[in-house]
């Protein structure tokens, strides 16, 4: 798509690099302060990824390929910029059928506690285990209330953020132990754990006990989100979230320019695109990955760009679906309609979990894979066209965990895709009452819509480097005793080692998921050091 210049230059105050939603957010902050703003997305569309698309010709269903819900969007940032948003809650946290007998499985519905109660019951015969993991998450949400808010606030240091949360062990549990020894210790059951320990391994290749503490930190993002934890569904898709914030950049004169690949980046602010233009500005912000810069700046510096990535990989597996019809399940308790509304996790015990981390570090794709499923159109029927909404169709995205891009390094990645993509039906199959091929909708070509999108495709689509979702590891939202915090960039969470390139996406100190945080902070210490 071309884009006519709201105001052609080569100067700017600000030169993004990457038109993902955290550039957009950016960008609208900026342009509403008045700064003469340009975005430079490689692809032919802005939103990185958080868009919809038809993956399959001729079928009118509009899916989240990628990203696909939202919890840790500021309510902030939706007033500042005006976002016209739905995102609507979800009755059903979750649909967990017992591995070894998908017969009975757990369903908790926040609008029945006595049914989700005799679910457990008769799932793993402990009532009692509802009421702990009910206490479990009760326990999170002081945390989260407190925590939340300061996301959007300069970093603050950790003592004064620990001083506010009144759960003193669980922060020490969170920040200082192995996630796994919170959940053994919390909840009885290797069921239960296991969804509790889901929200730790999203996009995070790690065991309940790595000592990294990767899967704490990825847990804390999970539970903090609008300062309650729930994640729920942005109507029209995660189009929607992208499209409001591309208005919104629009709206305050930002220009957005597609198909401009940038080649390099100065510490001086000089941005050179791939056709050798050149663009100047007082200072660039990067919406790419952290590896992707290092590459760039090294081409800035006459350096190769070849510089590679050190720590960054992604670690999951997204196939996505349309139905003609949801599926029959082996438990004739609860129905599909329920159990496919929140999150269904398919081969997520805390015990398969473990053993799936110990096949992908062995060199194997897990057998079964873990995975989780949800169905975006029960709760926003929108995305479908009218024909396919009358049909009875439905969408279902899986997300598959413990796959790292390591296992696909070296090989021929259409095979690997393709064994992905087994591996995801065979563990859905396991659960279910018929095979989920028996289900999926038919293109007019006769093919069946399903499609894996594995760590290379995020790779080669969206230039995140090994597929890594988070443009890098996640930091711990706040900053340590002797971290510097002399700069508006220290302060915001957004330096690099040059003080004219700020990070703005994922990578930046308080990014992952959809959540505008990274390109809010950025441009707020963009202003600071702008004299705005």
């Known amino acids: 798509m071309s884009v006519t210049a709201a105001h052609p230059s080569s100067e700017y105050d600000v030169v993004i690099v990457g038109g993902g939603h955290n550039a ?3 960008a609208a902050y900026l342009g509403r302060a008045g700064k003469r703003v340009v975005v430079l997305e490689r692809n032919d569309h802005v939103g990185g990824a958080a868009v919809s698309e038809e993956p399959w010709p001729g079928v009118a269903a509009r899916l989240s390929r990628y990203s696909y819900l939202v919890s840790l969007l500021p309510q902030q940032i939706i007033d500042d910029l005006d976002l016209r948003l739905d995102l609507r809650r979800r009755r059903y946290a979750s649909y967990t059928p017992d591995p070894a007998d998908p017969s009975r499985g757990i369903l908790i519905d926040h609008a029945d506690a006595l049914a989700t109660a005799e679910s457990f019951r008769r799932t793993i015969g402990d009532v009692a285990e509802a009421e702990r993991f009910a206490a479990l998450s009760d326990r999170m949400l002081p945390l989260a209330a407190a925590l ?31 996630l796994g020894e919170l959940l053994r210790e919390s909840l009885g059951s290797d069921l239960t754990r296991g969804i509790a320990l889901t929200d730790g391994l999203i996009g995070t290749f790690a065991s309940a006990d790595d000592p990294s503490l990767r899967q704490n930190r990825c847990f804390l993002y999970h539970v903090i989100g609008g300062g309650t934890g729930d994640w729920d569904v942005p109507v029209g898709g995660m189009g929607s979230v992208s499209g409001a914030l591309e208005h919104a950049a629009r709206a305050a004169g930002a220009l957005l ?20 233009e050149e663009l100047h500005g007082r200072l ?91 169905c975006h159109s029960l709760t926003d029927p929108s995305i479908l066209g009218e024909e396919l909404q009358r049909s009875g169709a439905q969408t ?17 990645r259409d095979a690997h895709r393709a064994e992905l993509l087994s591996a995801a039906q065979r563990s859905l199959d396991s659960v279910l009452a018929e095979p989920i091929a028996d289900c999926l909708f038919e293109a007019p070509d006769g093919t069946p819509c399903i499609e894996a999108r594995t760590t290379a495709d995020l790779e080669a689509s969206l230039g995140m480097t090994a597929g890594d979702i988070f443009h890098g590891p996640l930091d711990w939202p706040w900053a340590d005793a002797d971290e510097p915090l002399d700069t508006p960039a220290q302060r915001w969470g957004v330096a690099t080692e040059n003080e004219r390139v700020l990070l703005c996406g994922s990578g930046a100190r308080r990014g992952g998921a959809v959540s505008g945080i990274g390109g809010h902070n950025a441009a707020m210490a963009a202003l600071e050091l702008l004299g705005s």
């Open 24 to 26: 957009l957010v950016a």
């Open 148 to 178: 939340f808010p300061t996301m959007t606030s300069p970093l603050r240091r950790e003592d004064a953020v620990r001083s506010e949360i009144p759960d003193q062990s669980l922060w020490h549990a969170l920040t200082a132990r192995p």
């Open 257 to 276: 320019r597609t198909q401009a690949e940038v080649a390099a980046v100065t510490p001086d602010g000089t941005v050179t695109l791939a056709d050798g």
């Open 284 to 374: 660039v912000l990067s919406g790419v990955g952290r590896a992707v810069l290092r590459r760039l700046l090294d081409a800035g510096a006459n350096g190769a760009g070849t510089v590679e990535h050190d720590r960054a990989e992604g670690a999951q597996v997204k196939v996505n679906m349309l139905l003609s019809r949801l599926p029959r399940l082996r438990d004739e308790s609860v129905a599909p309609e329920a159990a496919f509304a929140g999150t269904f996790h398919i081969n997520e015990s805390y015990s398969q979990l473990e053993a799936a981390h110990a096949a992908a570090l062995a060199g194997r794709v897990p057998d079964p894979l873990p995975a989780e499923i949800y």
């Open 396 to 412: 279902l995205t899986l997300f598959g965990l413990q796959v790292p891009h390591r296992l696909l390094e070296g090989g021929d």
